[in-house]
């Protein structure tokens, strides 16, 4: 049987739910942004997935600003930024780090999914499945059960 990366498979089935579930304060807020004297968009007008991950240079500078001095939701809405409007993979963990670091319960899950499905860091990885489970998320629980069996599998195949 043929090898098949299924590494962007993994991270489309954590990450679509985010893209179905985004509230339209992103939208409203990247509106905003852009034109600050515009009226709020309606709830009513449709917004492309797209068009809320996008962000303008001042935008993002704005963000890193208020990430840096730990603001948890910026931070996580410049690792969506990198997910999504610019696959940069350093800097999406970079910021879901830093949002993780924060509080940000999605982030600490996001973060321990990839950590898992990489193999990187499979200690990292339950570190924080536990610190999103323990901050409210449920499913970050059945993640640290994987990353556990996963890491005594590890541990038992070593000589």
């Not at 498979?9 to 339209?24: C, H, I, M, T």
């Not at 924060?102 to 899950?109: K, L």
């Not at 990292?124 to 059960?145: I, Q, T, Y």
Request: net charge neutral; aromatic share 6%; hydrophobic share 45%.
């Amino acid at each position: 049987m043929k090898n098949i990366d299924l590494r962007f498979g993994a991270k489309l089935a954590v990450l679509l739910p985010l893209l179905l579930n985004l509230s339209a304060s992103y939208a409203t807020e990247n509106q905003a942004m852009e034109k600050p004297d515009a009226a709020p968009a309606s709830s009513s007008s449709p917004i492309s997935g797209a068009r809320s991950f996008a962000l303008t240079d001042t935008q993002r500078a704005e963000l890193a600003a208020k990430a840096e001095a730990g603001d948890a939701e910026a931070a996580f809405r410049l690792s969506l930024y990198y997910t999504f409007a610019s696959s940069d993979d350093v800097q999406r963990t970079r910021w879901l780090t830093v949002a993780a670091k924060a509080g940000h319960v999605v982030a600490q899950h996001n973060l321990a999914y990839d950590l898992y499905m990489n193999g990187k860091d499979l200690a990292e990885a339950a570190h924080w499945a536990a610190e999103s489970s323990k901050n409210g998320n449920a499913e970050a629980g059945d993640l640290l059960k994987e990353i556990e069996a996963a890491r005594a599998k590890a541990r038992g195949s070593r000589p």
